[in-house]
């Protein structure tokens, strides 16, 4: 099982749509966090039959934007436990010794309404004692080193989001591959690079899953990375079944040339 996570800046183009299918067909994701669909709920349901998932919850977009959506497939026992329109939270495996709770959360893109946020997830921390993973867009930085170029980031807001970090008893999971999943290019030929997307969990997680490993892939319709998050148990499996390349494949036409153009 593995978990992907993406602010996929609207659902009405059908280049996204087919961007989230590759990415769930190469990853193999039972679990997929979508941020900003901008979908109403007969969309939705058509992108879950097409992409093939068996279970959906969403939060209704605002007007013509916002809007969260969780698929996963029947081989996850996923629980929603409650949603807003800045989170979907759900316990997986639930009554049983190995449940643990999964956070998809989207914080305010409005600076001044982020705090909003914060408070959200310190309620959230307060309801419940279990192995917590909390990923998605934060739309903040810890750091002013998870930002290249623009202006400097206020440490009063960072601070803010450092805070709510510390007091949910949170630690990032890192990364691998560049360090931003979010960039905004300029008129005038200058560019923004920053760390909003990442994934958060608690130290009884980190634990439980102590070999995870979080990718920030590639997009092309969108100016947010998506996030794809794998457990220890497929880190696992993976490595017990290595690559085997045959020889005898070179000698097949075109070989050579496909090789070389991927």
Known sequence: MSCLAWNC???????????????????????????????????????????????????????????????????????????????????????????????????????????????????LNSWMTLHWLCFGDFNEITRQSEKLEGSIRSQEHMQLFRDAIDECGFMDLGFTRSQFTWKKHFNDGHSVWERLDRGLANREWMLKFARTIVHYLLSFSSNHCPIWIVPKDLIFSIATKPYRFKEMWLAERGCMDTIQSV
């Open 9 to 123: 800046r609207g659902l009405r183009n059908p280049y996204t749509v087919w961007e989230i299918g590759d990415l769930i067909w190469a990853k193999d994701s039972s679990i997929v966090f979508l941020a900003e669909t901008w979908a109403d709920e007969a969309r939705l349901k058509e992108i879950k039959r097409n992409l093939g998932f068996d279970n959906l919850h969403f939060v209704e977009r605002i007007n013509r934007g916002r809007g969260l959506a969780l698929f996963w497939k029947n081989n996850v026992d996923l629980q929603v436990q409650m949603s807003s329109k800045n989170h979907i939270d759900a316990i997986v495996s639930k009554g049983v010794e190995s449940a643990w709770r999964l956070t998809c959360f989207y914080v305010e893109p409005v600076t001044h309404k982020r705090i909003e946020s914060w408070n959200l997830l310190r309620e």
